[in-house]
């Protein structure tokens, strides 16, 4: 504990609430867009928020403080994208039955230390396509919504891109904070009041079908370990720390099988915003920026406390603001996808086919395009190489 006490320091607790500001900016609505797709009301949509709140929380302070290097930990917006993307047909205890199963696959991989080789099977460049496709038609949304809100539409995307221009980390944060002061201007909106209440949570019994499990919990599962795990792992090394990767993967998968019947959708490592908790800026000293990965764990522990108000804030926001913010929050999850999907000259013919496959929205069976666009993909990027191979 005196230990501790020595390392605290304002900046680095700072940078841990901007990291969690950036995780939570922009992704927060989409929360909301796909917990109501599969038939969540308010309470249910609270209690997502808890769980999510509670498990990446409680895994950011103690993975944190036992390794002593900043773990920053997220939800997936790739996850969540899936989830809407693919998420029509399924009921809510479906979806937690698939949140459950992935959570558990993630956990046992990673304890047993095979999940690299697992994810290493399938091409990148197939994973990235499959990704872009499902977020494709996020950012055609957003210009879509041009049609019936220019004004507001052209304000919020001027916002981003000068964000984007002068400061590009903290330019989400800026587009939502422009957004909020946008909407009394361009939309029929009336700021919400403040109740401050404690979530509470609401259990699901979780429903097992092999649909769900195969459109679902795994395209899910190959979601947040290409989009998040891998990267997040990368960062943490390119800071010079080495990650104690089995059970970084095992007790956040493991938080995510026991808070998915709560709503819990995805415990991950983050990727981007973890950058922001392991820099200098964050301590010169590079043995104390842990401090920041357990600063990171208290804000969303506290958000998941008041969840309701969090829940009730959000939901008083029009449907084109949630939008526009969730379309503008992926274009560069769209565009880094497409570069990766498409940077390998042999592997092109097969990853836009998984793109296109995937940006469909087909069902067959009831599974969803994401699994049986990177199915297609696979089989063809195996076709090519066998060709060339005989």
Same mark, same amino acid.
Not at 60 to 67: A, D, H, N, P
Not at 359 to 374: E, H
């Given at each position: 504990?005196?230990?501790?006490?020595?390392?605290?320091?304002?900046?680095?607790?700072?940078?841990?609430?901007?990291?969690?500001?950036?995780?939570?900016?922009?992704?927060?609505?989409?929360?909301?867009?796909?917990?109501?797709?599969?038939?969540?009301?308010?309470?249910?949509?609270?209690?997502?928020?808890?769980?999510?709140?509670?498990?990446?929380?409680?895994?950011?302070?103690?993975?944190?403080?036992?390794?002593?290097?900043?773990?920053?930990?997220?939800?997936?917006?790739?996850?969540?994208?899936?989830?809407?993307?693919?998420?029509?047909?399924?009921?809510?205890?479906?979806?937690?039955?698939?949140?459950?199963?992935?959570?558990?696959?993630?956990?046992?991989?990673?304890?047993?230390?095979?999940?690299?080789?697992?994810?290493?099977?399938?091409?990148?460049?197939?994973?990235?396509?499959?990704?872009?496709?499902?977020?494709?038609?996020?950012?055609?949304?957003?210009?879509?919504?041009?049609?019936?809100?220019?004004?507001?539409?052209?304000?919020?995307?001027? +916002?981003?891109?000068?964000?984007?221009? #002068?400061?590009?980390?903290?330019?989400?944060?800026? &587009?939502?904070? $422009? =957004?909020? /002061? *946008?909407?009394?201007?361009?939309?029929?909106?009336?700021?919400?009041?403040?109740?401050?209440?404690?979530?509470?949570?609401?259990?699901?019994?979780?429903?097992?079908?092999?649909?769900?499990?195969?459109?679902?919990?795994?395209?899910?599962?190959?979601?947040?370990?290409?989009?998040?795990?891998?990267?997040?792992?990368?960062?943490?090394?390119?800071?010079?720390?080495?990650?104690?990767?089995?059970?970084?993967?095992?007790?956040?998968?493991?938080?995510?099988?026991?808070?998915?019947?709560?709503?819990?959708?995805?415990?991950?490592?983050?990727?981007?915003?973890?950058?922001?908790?392991?820099?200098?800026?964050?301590?010169?000293?590079?043995?104390?920026?842990?401090?920041?990965?357990?600063?990171?764990?208290?804000?969303?522990?506290?958000?998941?406390?008041? +969840?309701?108000?969090?829940?009730?804030? #959000?939901?008083?926001?029009?449907?084109?603001?949630? &939008?526009?913010? $969730? =379309?503008? /929050? *992926?274009?560069?999850?769209?565009?880094?996808?497409?570069?990766?999907?498409?940077?390998?000259?042999?592997?092109?013919?097969?990853?836009?086919?998984?793109?296109?496959?995937?940006?469909?929205?087909?069902?067959?069976?009831?599974?969803?395009?994401?699994?049986?666009?990177?199915?297609?993909?696979?089989?063809?990027?195996?076709?090519?190489?066998?060709?060339?191979?005989?």
């Amino acid at each position: 504990m005196q230990k501790f006490l020595q390392d605290v320091s304002l900046p680095a607790a700072f940078a841990g609430f901007i990291t969690f500001l950036v995780g939570i900016s922009v992704s927060s609505v989409l929360v909301i867009q796909a917990a109501q797709l599969l038939g969540a009301n308010t309470a249910e949509i609270t209690s997502w928020f808890w769980a999510l709140g509670i498990g990446i929380g409680l895994c950011g302070l103690i993975l944190s403080w036992k390794f002593k290097y900043p773990v920053a930990t997220s939800w997936s917006t790739a996850g969540l994208a899936l989830i809407l993307a693919t998420g029509t047909g399924y009921s809510l205890p479906e979806a937690l039955g698939a949140f459950l199963v992935c959570g558990l696959v993630t956990a046992v991989l990673g304890f047993l230390g095979i999940f690299e080789k697992v994810l290493h099977a399938i091409p990148q460049s197939l994973t990235s396509a499959m990704l872009a496709g499902v977020l494709l038609k996020f950012g055609i949304g957003l210009f879509a919504s041009l049609q019936h809100e220019l004004g507001f539409i052209l304000c919020l995307l001027a +916002a981003y891109i000068i964000a984007k221009r #002068l400061s590009p980390r903290y330019s989400i944060v800026v &587009t939502v904070i $422009a =957004g909020v /002061a *946008l909407c009394p201007i361009f939309l029929d909106f009336n700021p919400p009041s403040l109740h401050w209440s404690l979530a509470h949570p609401v259990w699901v019994s979780p429903e097992f079908s092999w649909t769900a499990i195969l459109g679902l919990a795994l395209p899910l599962f190959v979601i947040n370990m290409a989009s998040q795990y891998l990267p997040g792992l990368a960062m943490i090394k390119s800071y010079g720390y080495t990650p104690h990767v089995n059970q970084l993967i095992g007790w956040t998968g493991t938080a995510q099988t026991l808070l998915a019947p709560f709503g819990c959708f995805a415990v991950n490592i983050a990727a981007i915003s973890a950058a922001i908790s392991l820099d200098d800026q964050a301590h010169p000293d590079s043995k104390k920026r842990y401090i920041a990965g357990m600063s990171c764990g208290f804000f969303y522990i506290l958000m998941g406390l008041f +969840a309701a108000t969090l829940t009730s804030i #959000l939901l008083a926001f029009p449907a084109v603001f949630i &939008t526009a913010l $969730a =379309g503008i /929050a *992926l274009l560069g999850t769209i565009g880094h996808n497409i570069t990766l999907a498409f940077s390998h000259m042999d592997e092109r013919e097969a990853a836009l086919l998984t793109f296109l496959f995937s940006a469909s929205g087909v069902q067959f069976l009831g599974i969803g395009s994401a699994f049986w666009g990177l199915l297609f993909g696979l089989i063809v990027h195996l076709f090519f190489k066998w060709r060339k191979t005989y």
